[in-house]
């Protein structure tokens, strides 16, 4: 993990950590609770993902590091540029692997407000070297739509995937865009208790092979850690009323 370092010592890591594999290689690999929402089951290399919350809702940047964990976990490097509120433990929760995940401060803040010309830098040096970007709204929204384009175009050619929490990638429209549509807490009773577990639903967009609108349920966190699957509940099996020998039914 590092935090505040400039474009030259960015770019110096992504050249250590940059992937073997080819741009057009098999895609990384998500965990199990995301097979109803992504196509294949997978992230395409050389794309980007639009992640966000419908307004009051919370949720966004946990499914943006659940999205991540997969391929954290088989060994890709993840880097979060953007997202100062991200809590180390809760990526773990969720299954990133903290030995593969880079933070980036704000290079904005670091060089005085309004100033633009550090983010395109960092996030290319990002691209080249890592296999998953993850790009906060507030990091977004210092991008020209100009840079977006240039960005969208090295994340192709680069094999990357980008993922834009809370705002799509400026002058881009992704392929794949999930919405935390409904979120809420388990675990707390009427003042008491602790909180164990996050039931969101997910609803899931986009183009191509994720044309068709797709909706699931997930525990994120799920009650003992990780990324699940809600399984829907069974309908109980109504019991038939059988009459007794000698009574009337």
Same mark, same amino acid.
């Given at each position: 993990?590092?935090?505040?370092?400039?474009?030259?010592?960015?770019?110096?890591?992504?050249?250590?950590?940059?992937?073997?594999?080819?741009?057009?290689?098999?895609?990384?690999?998500?965990?199990?609770?995301?097979?109803?929402?992504?196509?294949?089951?997978?992230?395409?290399?050389?794309?980007?993902?639009?992640?966000?919350?419908?307004?009051?809702?919370?949720?966004?940047?946990?499914?943006?590091?659940?999205? =991540?964990?997969? =391929?954290?976990?088989?060994?890709?490097?993840?880097?979060?540029?953007?997202?100062?509120?991200?809590?180390?433990?809760?990526?773990?929760?969720?299954?990133?692997?903290? #030995?593969?995940?880079?933070?980036?401060?704000?290079?904005?803040?670091?060089?005085?407000?309004?100033?633009?010309?550090?983010?395109?830098?960092?996030?290319?040096?990002?691209?080249?070297?890592?296999?998953?970007?993850?790009?906060?709204?507030?990091?977004?929204?210092?991008?020209?739509?100009?840079?977006?384009?240039?960005?969208?175009?090295?994340?192709?050619?680069?094999?990357?995937?980008?993922?834009?929490?809370?705002?799509?990638?400026?002058?881009?429209?992704?392929?794949?865009?999930?919405?935390?549509?409904?979120?809420?807490?388990?675990?707390?009773?009427?003042?008491?208790?602790?909180?164990?577990?996050?039931?969101?639903?997910?609803?899931?967009?986009?183009?191509?092979?994720?044309?068709?609108?797709?909706?699931?349920?997930?525990?994120?966190?799920?009650?003992?850690?990780?990324?699940?699957?809600?399984?829907?509940?069974? #309908?109980?099996?109504?019991?038939?009323?059988?009459?007794?020998?000698?009574?009337?039914?």
């Amino acid at each position: 993990m590092m935090r505040g370092e400039g474009p030259g010592a960015l770019a110096e890591l992504a050249e250590q950590v940059r992937p073997v594999s080819l741009a057009g290689d098999q895609g990384l690999p998500l965990l199990g609770a995301f097979e109803p929402l992504v196509p294949g089951a997978g992230l395409r290399r050389g794309s980007t993902v639009g992640v966000d919350a419908l307004p009051g809702v919370t949720g966004a940047t946990s499914l943006a590091l659940a999205l =991540a964990a997969g =391929a954290s976990q088989n060994g890709s490097w993840v880097a979060a540029v953007g997202l100062g509120s991200l809590g180390l433990v809760a990526a773990a929760e969720l299954g990133v692997a903290l #030995e593969r995940l880079v933070l980036v401060a704000d290079p904005g803040r670091d060089r005085g407000e309004g100033e633009r010309t550090g983010w395109p830098s960092v996030v290319a040096a990002l691209v080249d070297g890592f296999d998953v970007v993850l790009v906060g709204a507030e990091a977004g929204a210092r991008l020209r739509a100009a840079d977006g384009r240039r960005l969208g175009a090295r994340v192709r050619e680069r094999g990357t995937v980008l993922v834009g929490v809370g705002a799509e990638l400026p002058g881009e429209r992704s392929p794949l865009r999930l919405t935390v549509a409904a979120a809420s807490w388990s675990g707390l009773g009427e003042g008491w208790g602790h909180l164990r577990g996050r039931r969101v639903t997910v609803e899931a967009t986009g183009r191509g092979g994720a044309a068709r609108a797709r909706q699931a349920e997930l525990w994120l966190p799920a009650p003992a850690g990780g990324v699940e699957l809600v399984e829907p509940i069974a #309908e109980p099996i109504p019991l038939r009323r059988t009459s007794t020998p000698g009574r009337a039914s």
